[in-house]
């Protein structure tokens, strides 16, 4: 399996799932965070999941793209339990099949702001 279906299939079961027990297949013990506001490791990760998952949330995935060890994926997060979507970018380092690093970018998306152009956010 490359890189970008491992982090699509982590995706889908985790994040999509909202099914934490499927953390230790894809990501390792010692994970390291970029996020300030998330732990470090697999433990800091399951921690950070107790409130997100809770939020209820569906990633549309827009673009995926890999470099080597590194994945990128830009989507639509919608969360089902608020009136609530944002735009985000996860970057990921693997190592060994497994999630080692994370950085991410993220804006939360005002609906009553008026477009400047008919591009769309996605």
């Known amino acids: 399996m490359t890189n970008k279906?491992?982090?699509l299939k982590f995706y889908e079961e985790v994040f999509n799932g909202?099914?934490?027990s499927k953390v230790p297949r894809y990501m390792r013990e010692d994970y390291r965070q970029h996020n300030p506001t998330v732990a470090d490791g697999r433990e800091?990760?399951?921690k950070f999941c107790e409130h997100f998952l809770a939020l209820k949330p569906h990633m549309d995935i827009s673009l995926i793209a890999e470099d080597g060890d590194i994945v990128m994926v830009f989507f639509k997060a919608t969360f089902e339990t608020h009136d609530h979507v944002a735009k985000v970018c996860d970057i990921y380092r693997l190592q060994d099949g497994l999630l080692a690093e994370h950085w991410d970018v993220l804006q939360t998306l005002d609906p009553s702001q008026t477009p400047?152009?008919?591009n769309g956010q996605f």
Do not use: Y
């Open 5 to 7: 279906e491992i982090v």
């Open 18 to 20: 909202w099914d934490v």
């Open 44 to 46: 800091g990760f399951l």
């Open 116 to 118: 400047a152009n008919p």
